[in-house]
């Protein structure tokens, strides 16, 4: 229970900070970002090659 408390009081000083939530939401937008180039290349390369690849001939 007291790490709990302790974990409470950290993230509470973490995010009093305005810097924090820029920060967070900096993050969130290039995880965002690199995960739409992931599955834009990935559905790309699949529809690409997937048509050789997938079936034997």
Do not use: C, D
């Not at 974990?7 to 970002?33: C, D, M, P, S």
């Amino acid at each position: 229970m007291t790490f709990l408390r302790q974990l409470q009081g950290e993230l509470k000083k973490l995010f009093a900070r305005k810097r924090t939530y820029i920060g967070y939401v900096v993050f969130l937008i290039f995880e965002a970002l690199l995960l739409s180039l992931w599955i834009y290349v990935g559905a790309r390369t699949i529809r690409g090659s997937g048509e050789t690849k997938l079936h034997p001939g």
